[in-house]
């Protein structure tokens, strides 16, 4: 059961085609704005150099400053008439990002957002609550547009007050549901408080989770509490917002469309291509916008291409959830290694507890990565023997996945200390300056 | 110029024509709603009855309680997968009311915003900032959907924020503005606090104001802050919310959309058409609605017919703005009186203070209203003649407004007590008890 069958089963060989005719259309297109023209003409670059997807190599990377430095129409192609929406990021200093749609940007939008419910097995007789901010949050109005699109019965509900938000649940039969993973524990616990059980008390059967980095394991959490099935939402504000990839009913990966955004997985060091399966930074070019094509726009999410063809009959590639921000990435022993890599293999295993920390630092003159784990409340009983089995299997497990071997160490809980905010993750000291970065 | 031109200037006859036939589709439409199938079905009542406008007359009313009591789906004439979007009352007690919309209704009703917004002056050389809740509010998506159907660049904004509402207006050049009264005093002081004046500072050129009641004074106030034209906006949620009835530049009274609502203007006694010109209950019947339409429904806001064809050559009946709510009405010497009749006349004498208020009492065997008014600080210097003259010129005012005379008091500044929240504007000793009405 597809949305458009016809793009979502195309034959790679044909979805190529179509990127290349796609990619050349808005090469031209992005000339008429005064960013690419200018760019383009000063390299020489024209539609006709492309022949092939990867001749897209020969073009230069996008990214966010480049955005804020031609802040706000460098990048618009078109007189602002044509312009029906804008987005933009929040904030009251400093230039903001902000992404300008005509009507075919919105109606593209609108339908890749009802393919990608669609897709996660959502139907016109689904009842769809949006917990969710509208306004310039593209969460909101994304949604609400592709629902409406696909046509579910919406009910518009915002962000917030989780007591309004089960009344509604429950006065209207509500069946799919779009929220932040952070969210739902907060509401499960108010469904408690209510003494109420979402699996009998309500009819909910489909979640939709994004905007918010989380693990399987938060994943298998909700669909438990729940009694749902939670599928994976990505996308960012710059190509569109939500509608960029969405997993389908396998919950194998999520699907990227790839009629309407070319993709590349790049090395975020060398900005070379990585093999098929390996992570690195996702690099997008779109394809079906108007208003304000982007090119080769360095997003700086991390993820993988999930090299088998997925069971669902989509042949739109599919990526792995996203593994941090290349910003975050590390390398050690010429690995390159992200925090949440760590973190998904940590909360794998049932003895860890809640914090962990990563230092990176020269132990007799080799690079170590030093893997402090917080064990659970009375787990160690005093049991050399079972200490040294949970750090073999912690090891091994970090080697696995990383393919750099940590030194762990295991300590009491509450022995990391805990910073205002959020925590911080990793500490580079080979480097002499504490690099901080922020995980949730 | 008009949006639908062949709608907007239809002639009387036409018009009524036109709505003929449509009241018979929505009562066909009406009856294959529980509510509405056991109402009719019980007094006999076919669409075959109607031949004229008039015969609306015939028909029972729908009250805002029968919305409670057939809460959630007693109103609904559709399965519910045909339907595509709720909007409902908030609150987490008792039974909102609710209204559902099938993919007709969302676009019939995206064109009458449009309709109106066009009506206003908007073109879609306009930047729209909509400074509004979005989520279950209809002033969000409402206007939403409307500002990119004309074409405009709208911009999403929601509620609150100041000094990002302001940062986005120059940003992005902002033309219009959608708004609720009360918040844009705030937003100008803002503007002030900040350094920057709206009328130099910014390209704003037209405000729609609605969602709260305000007066002519009001308006002419945000004109002259900011540099703009303010057009008056009428919806109720029940109606779909925003684009029921909406000034076009004249600024003579708002358009009400005839061929999409057939209204009525009754005596809330009564409940017998008043004449054209004269304050009643507002009735309204959807004449374009699907998924639930609405029949003789009871909205409790108090206008007027404005007799006269307007300027502008829109042929659909003008309302004027809304005088209060028909429970607030009271009857003295025979003459239907809405406490907002009284402020209206009070805010445009330069003399009178902040604060009135109205009792309703026997005085020698006689029903009197008196109207207690204060003026402003220092006005009374001890001159007899001057108070009595100010006396005369507000009791005669006052007369002409609402054709009972009333018994004028001045009072010193602070002499009415201030009771907390909202001001008690009305005391019938009459009936015994009081009867607190509350005005903003
Ligand atoms: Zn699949
Ligand atoms: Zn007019």
Redesign the interface.
Known sequence: MFWEKEFETLRRKDLEKLQVDRLKKTINQAMESPFYKELYAAKGITAERISDVKDIRELPFTTKQDLRNH??YGFLTQP??E??????S???TGN?T?I?HN?HD?ASWANLMARSLFCAGIR??D?FQNIC????FTG??GF?YG??RL????????AG?S??QI??MR??GTTAIHAIPSYLGRLYEVFQAEGLDPRKDTDLRIFVIGAEPHTEEQRRRIEEMFGVKAYNSFGLSEMNGPGVAFECTEQAGLHIWEDAYLIEILDPETLEPVPDGEFGELVMTTLDRQAMPLIRYRTRDLTRIIPEPCACGRTHARIDRIAGRSDDMFIIKGCNVFPMQVEGVLLRIPEVGSDYRITLEEINGADEMIVEVEVKKDWFNGDIARLEKLTRVITSQIRDEVLAKPIVRLVEPGAIPKGKGKAVRVIDKRKQIATQIQTT
Chains 1, 2 share one sequence.
């Open positions: 802040f706000p602002k008439k312009i029906i929406r804008l987005h933009s929040s904030g009251t903001p902000v300008f009507r919105i016109d007789t009842v901010g509208y306004g310039l909101g109005l609400q629902i409406e046509g579910c019965l919406s009910i518009p509900a915002g007050n007591l309004r009344k509604l006065d209207y």
